[in-house]
């Protein structure tokens, strides 16, 4: 049995290749994880806000995101972006791109959810004191916003990390795509390939997204004290 | 509900405005543009050995890549100038469509309906029908199908062919190519109908079984295809493969590729193309 386990990671270039598709993946699930958080939260501080252009703005945006499948966002980025304006994207940027729409749309909602929810009581006790609106936001909703937003964005980015692998539709190959070609040609004579292989790449998924909710765990404990 | 439905208008405003203000892209001196970036973009299959595959050591290879290399060389001097963009079947005509790659070499069989969304070259390879059987009792005429049991895939060529022309033939229809190959072995139907390049390749490692019947049915022909209109690189391709049908280039390619999976006992005529086929 060890035999069957050493003859796939080890012939040839094998594990590399898995590492570069688990790099692929990193790269895709860091860049738009971080970027989502940044623009998610100017985007959902501008949807509580008073100005109708940029409510129906901010709405419009956020609407059409979640209505469209994510694998019909990277085909009209990555195909009909090229085909009908002539704007050629690479695959990575259009990856990259699309995730970072996604992302920032379910973001935002967050937001806007943490900062909704906080009593009215608490900005105009603010005013009371004479702070402006931004100071405001800064040290009173904020912060207290922030602690109602981590279970979500925990959620958010782990469900990221876990869509990535659509991209092979896009022809890019990332972790799981690299993972099918290795059980292709070897599972002709290995029949326990697609088993070994599938089970590193769950090992793989299982040890990237647990930490970020242990970290989790670990905020809400932090705060709660 | 009213606020949504003003929400659904303004978004399908802006989408009806991008679309209608989209400026024309247009293909000129498609050649000039692969030389000067010193490099042809060639999309193949990274998972269907032994036709386009990525190795152990990442590198691709396969039929499909043996010929992309040889157009790399002949383009630009250099059989390393390629640039493999790795396709699913579903996206060979989208790649074409929106620039991603110059050539499409990922077993594209020639169909009517695909001839109207891109442009085929001359064929670098044949695929008819083949029947794997028992060796005790090899089927190796369609007249002794009559009244048994055949197995097929359900919307295949093989399907069509035999419904259409050999309606005396019982078909058995499976989804899968692995329920259908495991209902031969269990004895449900007297052979199985299917591509018979896969039938080589099976029969090879299931020994007790034989490619009774190695070409029936209408030929079909797989060939590079290019953009709709890329007149140039098709000219190229065409003078290309003429040139390598005269020197006997595919038969070449078939033993580096297909010939170890095949085995000896495959007549490479069945699946290479020569000169003659392509008029």
Redesign the interface.
């Given at each position: 049995m060890l035999d069957s386990v050493t003859s796939i990671f080890l012939?040839?270039?094998?594990m590399?290749?898995l590492l570069?598709g688990l790099w692929v993946t990193l790269e895709i699930s860091i860049i738009s994880v971080l970027l989502s958080m940044f623009l998610g939260i100017i985007v959902g501080l501008m949807m509580t806000s008073k100005n109708r252009l940029l409510l129906?703005g901010t709405?419009?945006y956020l609407?059409?995101i979640r209505v469209m499948p994510i694998l019909v966002l990277l085909?009209l980025f990555?195909?009909?972006l090229?085909?009908?304006?002539?704007i050629?994207l690479s695959?990575m940027s259009v990856a990259i791109l699309v995730f970072t729409l996604w992302g920032t749309a379910e973001m935002a909602d967050l937001v806007r959810g943490a900062v909704t929810s906080m009593p009215r009581h608490q900005r105009e006790s603010g005013r009371a004191i004479g702070l402006t609106e931004s100071q405001i936001n800064r040290y009173i909703i904020i912060p207290q916003a922030v602690r109602r937003l981590v279970p979500g964005v925990i959620n958010l980015t782990t469900r990221m990390i876990k869509t990535t692998p659509f991209v092979?539709?896009i022809?890019v190959?990332d972790l799981v795509?690299v993972g099918?070609?290795?059980v292709?040609?070897?599972g002709?004579r290995n029949v326990m390939a697609s088993f070994w292989v599938y089970g590193l790449i769950f090992l793989i998924y299982f040890i990237i997204c647990y930490p970020i909710s242990r970290f989790s765990l670990y905020l809400e404990r932090k705060w709660e004290s | 509900m009213k606020?949504?439905i003003k929400?659904?208008f303004?978004?399908a405003a802006?989408f009806v405005a991008?679309?209608a203000f989209?400026?024309e892209?247009k293909a000129a001196g498609e050649l000039d543009k692969i030389k000067e970036a010193d490099k042809i973009r060639i999309a193949v299959f990274?998972?269907?050995?032994p036709f386009g595959?990525?190795?152990?050591?990442?590198d691709n290879q396969g039929y499909d890549v043996y010929l992309a290399r040889r157009i790399a060389k002949d383009l630009l001097g250099d059989e390393n100038k390629v640039e493999f963009?790795?396709?699913?079947a579903a996206?060979r005509i989208?790649?074409l469509?929106?620039?991603?790659a110059d050539l499409v070499l990922a077993n594209f069989t020639v169909t009517p309906d695909r001839a109207e969304q891109v442009d085929f070259a001359k064929p670098y390879m044949k695929v008819a029908l083949g029947i794997a059987s028992p060796e005790d009792a090899p089927i190796t005429d369609v007249a002794q199908l009559a009244g048994k049991k055949l197995i097929v895939n359900k919307g295949t060529t093989a399907d069509s062919y035999f419904s259409k022309n050999h309606p005396e033939v019982e078909l058995i229809k499976y989804d899968q190519n692995t329920e259908a190959f495991n209902s031969l072995r269990d004895g449900r139907g007297v052979g199985l109908a299917h591509d018979n390049t896969l039938i080589f390749a099976w029969v090879r490692?299931n020994p007790g079984f034989v490619t009774s019947i190695d070409f029936l049915g209408s030929l079909d022909t797989i060939a590079p295809a290019v953009k709709k209109g890329n007149k140039e690189l098709l000219d190229w391709l065409n003078a290309e493969i003429e040139q390598l049908y005269k020197e006997k280039f595919f038969n070449e390619a078939y033993d580096a590729t297909l010939k170890p999976v095949y085995g000896d006992s495959v007549d490479p005529e069945t699946v290479v193309v020569d000169g003659e086929i392509a008029q």
């Open positions: 012939s040839g270039r094998n590399s290749r570069e129906a709405r419009v609407e059409i085909f990555y195909y009909s090229s085909k009908i304006w002539g050629n695959a092979f539709f022809n190959p795509k099918q070609q290795i292709e040609i070897t002709m | 606020s949504m929400t659904f303004a978004g802006i991008l679309v989209a400026p892209v990274s998972d269907k050995p595959y990525v190795d152990e050591n990442g963009v790795l396709v699913e996206s989208e790649v469509q929106a620039d991603k490692e």
